[in-house]
């Protein structure tokens, strides 16, 4: 192997690492953002269970009242 497809041989290696590494980056950045909307869901579902749960209370509050 000479100088010339050695420098060759290299770059194409290197482009190649580097191209998988901006494709590793932009899977990163993706998997944060689903993980970030996938916490948001999470505190929205127990905001939700928390107002059901809430409201069911309540509503066993008046109709306990109601009886008496």
């Known amino acids: 192997m000479n100088l010339e497809e050695f420098e060759h041989q290299t770059r194409e290696s290197l482009e190649t690492a580097l191209s998988q590494l901006q ?3 932009l899977l990163v950045s993706s998997l ?3 993980i970030l909307e996938s916490g948001n869901a999470v505190k929205d579902l127990g905001r ?3 107002t ?8 066993v509050e008046l109709s306990a009242t109601r009886h008496r």
Do not use: F, K, L
């Open 52 to 59: 059901y749960i809430a409201s069911q209370q309540n509503g």
């Open 32 to 34: 944060e953002i689903q």
């Open 48 to 50: 939700t269970i928390e």
């Open 23 to 25: 494709t590793a980056m």
